[in-house]
């Protein structure tokens, strides 16, 4: 099946330093990448839709500021935490679909912030 | 967005079959039903999808009333690997996944 990646897979950070978190399509082109992050025994909650060449559209809640998002290539979209706090502390996941509007997504390795 | 309700959790024991059910009495005529499955530590896995008829993958059987307000995963023959989070979901055309609590399905040996 279609891959997505993301690098780096886990990452230790200062508070107040900021962290990118990149998610690639390595076997298709994605118009479309969905940003998600995920607490400890939680469930994933989604944070933004990424599309190629436009600007992120964030879900009610999400700091736009904060959680930075560029989708500049139809592979490759890009997650910066700003000013990290040990609250961002998460699993962030990527996910994008090769084709069909309708069809399976794919789901990235997942990302693990761990803000000191 | 259309809702999805699971048990919380269930128990199999391995090679033995196992049904996991979704109901989504508010679904619309234009949502698929997917399912996915999340493992610790991993992103969720892509399991199987339809939209009003039966289908069948390599990994599962997904049933679908005929009313299309309830599903059925079926794996056939669990295994100690299949252990996970198991997310049913409706999605609607281009749309993101949006999550719910998921059945955290433990299998024993």
């Known amino acids: 099946g279609a891959v997505v990646s993301q690098h780096p897979s886990w990452v230790i950070c200062k508070s107040g330093t900021s962290v990118k978190i990149e998610c690639r399509s390595l076997?298709?082109?994605?118009?479309?990448m969905f940003w998600y992050r995920q607490f400890p025994k939680q469930s994933l909650m989604l944070m933004a839709t990424?599309?190629?060449?436009?600007?992120?559209?964030?879900e009610q809640g999400v700091e736009k500021d904060k959680f930075l998002i560029n989708h500049a290539s139809l592979t490759l979209s890009t997650l910066t935490v700003t000013s990290a706090h040990p609250e961002d502390s998460s699993f962030y996941i990527c996910?994008?679909?090769?084709?069909?509007?309708?069809?399976?997504?794919?789901f990235g390795e997942g990302s693990r912030l761990t803000v000191l | 967005d259309a809702k999805t309700t699971q048990p919380n959790s269930m128990e199999s024991n391995e090679e033995e079959p196992v049904h996991l059910p979704c109901n989504h009495s508010?679904?619309?005529?234009?949502?698929?039903i997917h399912w996915y499955r999340q493992l610790p530590s991993q992103g969720p896995e892509y399991v199987i999808h339809?939209?009003?008829s039966n289908v069948n993958n390599r990994m599962a059987s997904l049933a679908i009333a005929e009313d299309r307000k309830s599903s059925t995963l079926i794996l056939h023959r669990a295994t100690l690997r299949d252990a996970a989070v198991y997310y049913c979901?409706?999605?609607?055309?281009?749309?993101?996944?949006?999550f719910g609590k998921g059945t955290t399905l433990s299998v024993s040996s």
């Open positions: 996910s994008a679909s090769p084709g069909t509007t309708t069809g399976e997504l794919f």
């Open positions: 076997d298709f082109q994605a118009t479309t």
């Open positions: 990424s599309n190629e060449g436009s600007k992120a559209t964030y």
């Open positions: 508010t679904i619309s005529g234009t949502d698929y």
């Open positions: 339809g939209l009003t």
């Open positions: 979901i409706l999605r609607n055309a281009g749309t993101a996944l949006i």
